[in-house]
C-alpha cells in the first residue's frame, strides 16, 4: 500500500519525455498559407515543414492539430491538446498564462498598405490623420496594441471582428478605410487578391516570429530552441525560410510570345514523347504539352520550392506512386504526369462533360481535388452551375480569402493561381491546335463536346 501510494504521487514525467513515449508531437497552427495547408499533393507551409523537421528529430511522429485563430491556439494550448503552437507567432502578454516563447527564429516586416489612386502616406506622421482598420486577434493587431506610439506619434485604429465579413484589405480596398497594417509574409501570399493595394511604407520596428511552448515543459523548450539553433547554424533554416515563404509567381511572366519562341526550341524534341503518352492515355498530346509548359516551359531540369520534378513537376512521392524512377528523364516525366492527369481528371463527375471536365483536372492537378471541390460547394452556395467551369473558376478565387477557406471543408487554398493556369493552359491548347492544325497529327479537339 505505501508502494502504490508514493507510484501515485509520483511525479508526471517531463513533458519532452511524455512526447517521446506516446511517439507524436503534437502541434497546433492555423490553416494559413503561412503556416500550413493542404497542397496538391499532401501538406505544405512554413510551420508544417519545420515542424515535420522537428517530429523527425526527435524521432516521433508528428500530430497537426488545426485552429480557426489564435484563440484557438492558446486553447489548444490550455487544454493540454498541443505540445506547443506554431503559427507564425510573436509572444504577446496574451500568451503569458499559456505558454512561453522560444527563441525567435526569424523576423517578418509589417507593412502599411493603402489603395491605389490615393495619396501614398510617407510616413508615421502622415498616419495620423487617417482611418486605421486592424483584423482582430492577428500579428498586425498585437503588434499595434505593443507599439501604440510609433515613432513618438500617438495612433488610433479600429479593429474589425474576424467573423465580420470583410478582413482589412477588402476594407482599404472598397474605401472604408485608408490604411492597414499587414503582416508582411501574409501580404505576399494575399496581394493576387487584392491588386488594388499597395504597399505605402514599412513599420520601423520588425517582428519576430517564434514557438510557444507549453508553460509546463522546460525541456521541451529547451529542446526547441537548441533545434533551431542548430537549423540556423547549418544554413537549412535560411533555405526552408526562403523556399515555404516564396511569394507566389508573377502571373505575367509566362507570354505568348516566348510560349510561341519555345514551341521551336524546346518542344520540337519532345513532340514524340507526348504523342507517344497521349496514344498510351488517350489524353490529347496538345493539352499535355499545354500543361507541362504552364508547369516547367518544358524544362526536364524543372524544380519548384515544394520539391515538386521534372516536366511535369511531379512531387516525390506521387512519382514514386506512378512507377517514375528517375523524375527528371523526360519520357518517364511525361508519361507519369499524363497518367495522374488521367486519373484525377477521372475523380470528375461523369455528368460534367468536355471540354469542361478537363478544365475541372487541370484545376485539381494545380491544387487538389478536395479543394476543388470546395470551390463547387462555394459556387453552388452562390448561385452559380458547381458543374460548369465559368462558374466554379470565377470562385476560386475565394478559396484564398480566409472569410471563406475557414469554412471551407480542406480549408486554404491558391484558387486564383489554379485559375491562372487553368485560363493559361486554354491559351496555350488553342495555339497548339492553331500551329499543328495543318498537319492534323491528331484528330481529338477539347472544344468538342
Given at each position: 500500500?505505501?508502494?502504490?501510494?508514493?507510484?501515485?504521487?509520483?511525479?508526471?514525467?517531463?513533458?519532452?519525455?511524455?512526447?517521446?513515449?506516446?511517439?507524436?508531437?503534437?502541434?497546433?497552427?492555423?490553416?494559413?498559407?503561412?503556416?500550413?495547408?493542404?497542397g496538391t499533393?499532401?501538406?505544405?507551409?512554413?510551420?508544417?515543414?519545420?515542424?515535420?523537421?522537428?517530429?523527425?528529430?526527435?524521432?516521433?511522429?508528428?500530430?497537426?492539430?488545426?485552429?480557426?485563430?489564435?484563440?484557438?491556439?492558446?486553447?489548444?494550448?490550455?487544454?493540454?491538446?498541443?505540445?506547443?503552437?506554431?503559427?507564425?507567432?510573436?509572444?504577446?502578454?496574451?500568451?503569458?498564462?499559456?505558454?512561453?516563447?522560444?527563441e525567435?527564429?526569424?523576423?517578418?516586416?509589417?507593412?502599411?498598405?493603402?489603395?491605389?489612386g490615393?495619396?501614398?502616406?510617407?510616413?508615421t506622421?502622415?498616419?495620423?490623420?487617417?482611418?486605421?482598420?486592424?483584423?482582430?486577434?492577428?500579428?498586425?493587431?498585437?503588434?499595434?496594441?505593443?507599439?501604440?506610439?510609433?515613432?513618438?506619434?500617438?495612433?488610433?485604429?479600429?479593429?474589425?471582428?474576424?467573423?465580420?465579413?470583410?478582413?482589412?484589405?477588402?476594407?482599404?480596398?472598397?474605401?472604408?478605410?485608408?490604411?492597414?497594417?499587414?503582416?508582411?509574409?501574409?501580404?505576399?501570399?494575399?496581394?493576387?487578391?487584392?491588386?488594388?493595394?499597395?504597399?505605402?511604407?514599412?513599420?520601423?520596428?520588425?517582428?519576430?516570429?517564434?514557438?510557444?511552448?507549453?508553460?509546463?515543459?522546460?525541456?521541451?523548450?529547451e529542446?526547441?530552441?537548441?533545434?533551431?539553433?542548430?537549423?540556423?547554424?547549418?544554413?537549412?533554416?535560411?533555405?526552408?525560410?526562403?523556399?515555404?515563404?516564396?511569394?507566389?509567381?508573377?502571373?505575367?511572366r509566362?507570354?505568348?510570345?516566348?510560349?510561341?519562341?519555345?514551341?521551336?526550341?524546346?518542344?520540337?524534341?519532345?513532340?514524340?514523347?507526348?504523342?507517344?503518352?497521349?496514344?498510351?492515355?488517350?489524353?490529347?498530346?496538345?493539352?499535355?504539352?499545354?500543361?507541362?509548359?504552364?508547369?516547367?516551359?518544358w524544362?526536364?531540369?524543372?524544380?519548384?520550392?515544394?520539391?515538386?520534378?521534372?516536366?511535369?513537376?511531379?512531387?516525390?512521392?506521387?512519382?514514386?506512386?506512378?512507377?517514375?524512377?528517375?523524375?527528371?528523364?523526360?519520357?518517364?516525366?511525361?508519361?507519369?504526369?499524363?497518367?495522374?492527369?488521367?486519373?484525377?481528371?477521372?475523380?470528375?463527375?461523369?455528368?460534367?462533360?468536355?471540354?469542361?471536365?478537363?478544365?475541372?483536372?487541370?484545376?485539381?492537378?494545380?491544387?487538389?481535388?478536395?479543394?476543388?471541390?470546395?470551390?463547387?460547394?462555394i459556387?453552388?452556395?452562390?448561385?452559380?452551375?458547381?458543374?460548369?467551369?465559368?462558374?466554379?473558376?470565377?470562385?476560386?478565387?475565394?478559396?484564398?480569402?480566409?472569410?471563406?477557406?475557414?469554412?471551407?471543408?480542406?480549408?486554404?487554398?491558391?484558387?486564383?493561381?489554379?485559375?491562372?493556369?487553368?485560363?493559361?493552359?486554354?491559351?496555350?491548347?488553342?495555339?497548339?491546335?492553331?500551329?499543328?492544325?495543318?498537319?492534323?497529327?491528331?484528330?481529338?479537339?477539347?472544344?468538342?463536346?
Amino acid at each position: 500500500m505505501l508502494l502504490a501510494g508514493i507510484t501515485a504521487c509520483a511525479p508526471e514525467a517531463p513533458v519532452l519525455k511524455q512526447v517521446q513515449a506516446r511517439g507524436e508531437l503534437r502541434v497546433a497552427t492555423l490553416n494559413a498559407p503561412t503556416s500550413y495547408f493542404l497542397g496538391t499533393q499532401g501538406a505544405e507551409g512554413l510551420e508544417y515543414e519545420l515542424a515535420r523537421r522537428y517530429a523527425d528529430k526527435l524521432g516521433v511522429r508528428l500530430k497537426i492539430i488545426t485552429a480557426a485563430d489564435r484563440r484557438g491556439l492558446k486553447a489548444a494550448l490550455a487544454e493540454g491538446r498541443a505540445d506547443l503552437a506554431a503559427a507564425q507567432l510573436t509572444s504577446h502578454r496574451r500568451w503569458a498564462k499559456l505558454g512561453v516563447p522560444a527563441e525567435p527564429y526569424a523576423q517578418v516586416p509589417l507593412h502599411w498598405v493603402y489603395r491605389r489612386g490615393q495619396p501614398r502616406p510617407a510616413n508615421t506622421r502622415a498616419l495620423a490623420k487617417l482611418r486605421i482598420v486592424v483584423l482582430e486577434n492577428t500579428a498586425a493587431s498585437d503588434y499595434l496594441d505593443a507599439h501604440g506610439t510609433l515613432d513618438g506619434i500617438e495612433l488610433h485604429w479600429e479593429v474589425l471582428p474576424r467573423r465580420g465579413g470583410m478582413d482589412a484589405l477588402d476594407a482599404v480596398r472598397l474605401g472604408e478605410a485608408d490604411v492597414t497594417l499587414v503582416d508582411g509574409n501574409e501580404y505576399a501570399f494575399a496581394r493576387p487578391l487584392h491588386p488594388d493595394t499597395a504597399i505605402a511604407f514599412t513599420a520601423t520596428l520588425p517582428r519576430d516570429t517564434q514557438w510557444i511552448v507549453r508553460r509546463d515543459a522546460p525541456d521541451l523548450l529547451e529542446s526547441v530552441n537548441a533545434f533551431f539553433r542548430a537549423e540556423a547554424s547549418s544554413g537549412r533554416l535560411k533555405r526552408i525560410l526562403a523556399e515555404a515563404l516564396q511569394p507566389p509567381p508573377d502571373l505575367e511572366r509566362n507570354t505568348l510570345r516566348e510560349f510561341s519562341q519555345l514551341v521551336e526550341s524546346r518542344l520540337a524534341d519532345l513532340l514524340p514523347l507526348f504523342e507517344q503518352a497521349s496514344v498510351q492515355t488517350g489524353v490529347d498530346w496538345r493539352l499535355l504539352a499545354a500543361l507541362a509548359y504552364q508547369e516547367s516551359r518544358w524544362n526536364p531540369a524543372a524544380r519548384s520550392p515544394n520539391g515538386a520534378l521534372g516536366i511535369m513537376m511531379l512531387m516525390p512521392d506521387t512519382a514514386r506512386s506512378l512507377g517514375v524512377t528517375d523524375p527528371m528523364d523526360a519520357r518517364q516525366s511525361i508519361e507519369g504526369g499524363a497518367r495522374y492527369f488521367l486519373k484525377v481528371r477521372e475523380q470528375i463527375p461523369k455528368r460534367i462533360r468536355e471540354p469542361d471536365r478537363s478544365w475541372f483536372a487541370i484545376a485539381s492537378y494545380n491544387m487538389g481535388y478536395g479543394h476543388l471541390e470546395d470551390a463547387r460547394v462555394i459556387t453552388q452556395k452562390r448561385g452559380g452551375n458547381p458543374d460548369l467551369w465559368e462558374d466554379v473558376g470565377a470562385n476560386l478565387p475565394l478559396l484564398s480569402d480566409e472569410a471563406w477557406y475557414l469554412t471551407a471543408k480542406n480549408g486554404y487554398a491558391r484558387g486564383w493561381e489554379a485559375f491562372y493556369t487553368v485560363e493559361r493552359v486554354r491559351e496555350f491548347v488553342k495555339v497548339l491546335e492553331w500551329r499543328t492544325a495543318p498537319a492534323q497529327r491528331q484528330s481529338g479537339n477539347l472544344e468538342r463536346r
